[in-house]
C-alpha cells in the first residue's frame, strides 16, 4: 500500500473543486510566481510563459473537482503539467522551424546599470538553453524552483541515481560554457 502524501494545498484543492473562488485566488497567487518562472526558464518566450501558467491553472480547476487526496502533492501535479505543457511548446517550435528563436527584448535595468549582471544572465540562460531538455529539465526544478531531489525525481519520472546523473551532466556542460565568466575574465 502506497503511504499517504502530506500535502500542504489539499484543503484548497479541494475547496476549489467545489467552485470556492477565495481557495481558486490562493492557490493562483500562491502557485503563479513558481510556474511563471519554471516556463520562462524552459521556453524563454514571455507570451509562451504566460499561456503555459494559463493553460496549466485551466487543468488544474477542471481537475479539482475529482482530486483525490494522498495520491500526489498538488505542487508536484501542477509542476508536471506545466512541464508537459512547455514540452509540447518545444517540440511544436522544433516543427515550425530549425532556428533558434529570435532575441529577446531587455527588461532588465537601464543600459548603463548592471551590463556585467545581463550579460552574464544573458549567458547561463544561453547556456541553459542549450542544455539536451532532461538536462535542463532537472536544473530548472533543482536549482530554480528549488525542488529536492526525491520530487523532482518523481516529477520527471526518473530514479534520483537518474536525476543525480543529469544533473551532474547539465553541471559539467553549463561549467565548461561558462569557463570564462568562473576564470573573471
Not at 553549463?174 to 575574465?185: F, I, K, P, S, Y
Request: aromatic share 4%.
Amino acid at each position: 500500500m502506497k503511504e499517504r502524501v502530506a500535502d500542504p494545498d489539499e484543503a484548497l484543492v479541494l475547496l476549489a473543486g467545489r467552485g470556492d473562488q477565495a481557495a481558486v485566488r490562493a492557490l493562483v497567487a500562491g502557485k503563479l510566481p513558481r510556474l511563471l518562472a519554471l516556463a520562462r526558464r524552459m521556453l524563454g518566450d514571455s507570451a509562451e510563459v504566460e499561456d503555459v501558467a494559463q493553460e496549466a491553472f485551466i487543468k488544474a480547476w477542471r481537475f479539482a473537482p475529482r482530486w483525490r487526496p494522498g495520491e500526489a502533492k498538488f505542487d508536484t501535479w501542477l509542476h508536471r503539467v506545466a512541464l508537459n505543457l512547455c514540452y509540447d511548446r518545444l517540440r511544436r517550435r522544433k516543427r515550425i522551424s530549425g532556428e533558434p528563436p529570435p532575441d529577446q527584448v531587455d527588461e532588465g535595468p537601464a543600459p548603463d546599470r548592471g551590463l556585467y549582471a545581463r550579460d552574464v544572465g544573458r549567458r547561463v540562460g544561453l547556456a541553459l538553453a542549450a542544455l539536451p531538455d532532461r538536462q535542463r529539465e532537472a536544473i530548472v526544478l533543482c536549482h530554480y524552483q528549488e525542488l529536492g531531489n526525491i520530487e523532482a525525481a518523481d516529477l520527471m519520472g526518473v530514479s534520483v541515481e537518474a536525476l543525480e546523473s543529469l544533473l551532474s551532466r547539465g553541471r559539467r556542460a553549463l561549467r565548461g560554457a561558462l569557463a570564462d565568466l568562473a576564470a573573471g575574465v
